[in-house]
DNA sequence: CTTCTCACA
DNA sequence: TGTGAGGA
């Protein structure tokens, strides 16, 4: 199918798509008329993609997990099974911190209201 | 009407 | 990632 139809199922935009593959995220075939065609695994895909960027994984983990999903029932490596654990840390650390912040933004305004106009 | 590439007051 | 241009 097209990309505005992939892009339509996996409720993504179409520059997404193109993104996506530009970082090697998503295979796409090209048409003679140079127009991208994807299979139908392709939405699942891209939902995954959505699931990992979601999660906080940044994009240079989400590069290192799609592969092993493709390569058949390979496992992944334990090793990158560790990078995601480490990942969880950090994101989980991250928002705790973000959300300390804002508590205590919330908590007296009066310290710090500048940024509203 | 849909897609493509390129570039950014 | 959005958006618009300019062409197929």
Redesign the pocket.
């Known amino acids: 199918m097209?990309?505005?139809?992939v892009a339509e199922k996996a409720g993504?935009?179409?520059?997404?798509l193109?993104?996506y593959e530009e970082q090697g995220l998503l295979q796409a075939g090209r048409s003679p008329?140079?127009?991208?065609h994807y299979p139908d695994t392709a939405v699942g895909r891209v939902r995954l993609i959505q699931q990992l960027?979601a999660a906080g994984l940044p994009s240079r983990v989400v590069r290192k997990v799609l592969p092993c999903v493709d390569s058949g029932e390979e496992k992944a490596p334990p090793a990158l099974l560790d990078q995601m654990a480490a990942e969880r840390v950090r994101v989980d650390q991250r928002i705790t911190d973000l959300l300390d912040d804002v508590i205590a933004i919330a908590r007296d305004p009066d310290s710090d209201c500048s940024h509203v106009e």
Do not use: L, N
Not at 12 to 16: D, I, L
Not at 33 to 36: L, V, W
């Open positions: 097209r990309i505005g139809e993504v935009s179409v520059r997404a193109r993104y008329g140079g127009q991208r960027y």
